[in-house]
């Protein structure tokens, strides 16, 4: 990808060889960036799983820290977003654009309210399967 090429959906730029929250210069080339083509395509490289009656007790106080951790995230890594939040019989499952930000936001959690935390790669290291979980 070459320097101030732009997201025509989120605006990210490319500057220094990496997408960045910069302005494009004006007539940028335009191309999708990794993250907008994973959310489009719902194909997700990170899985969280938060799990257990911690998390039915503790709702509202652990998806604030998720939405912390992923706003903080995005602000910084134009490529590092939350894509989804959904409700399983046990907690929630969040999928993420990429590997780090799943791992980020279960290390946080595993960090502030103790836990299991267990990490789970495929695909070379492309696809990450993240699982916490406490009582």
């Known amino acids: ?15 220094g060889g990496r997408w960045q929250w910069l302005q494009a210069a004006a007539g940028a080339a335009e191309f999708r960036c990794p993250a907008c083509r994973r959310i489009d395509d719902d194909f997700p490289a990170g899985f969280l799983t938060i799990e257990g009656n911690f998390f039915d007790r503790h709702r509202v106080e652990l998806m604030h820290l998720v939405q912390t951790r992923s706003n903080r995230a995005a602000a910084d890594h134009p490529l590092r977003r939350l894509m989804s939040a959904a409700d399983t019989p046990e907690g ?3 999928t993420t654009t990429d590997t780090h930000l799943a791992r980020e936001i279960g290390t946080a959690l595993h960090e502030s309210y103790g836990g299991a935390l267990n990490f789970s790669y495929e695909s070379d290291h492309e696809m990450v399967r993240v699982h916490w979980a406490r009582c």
Do not use: I, K, N
């Not at 990808?1 to 500057?15: F, K, L, N």
């Open 1 to 15: 990808m070459t320097d101030g090429t732009v997201c025509p959906e989120c605006r990210a730029s490319v500057h």
């Open 92 to 94: 929630v499952l969040l």
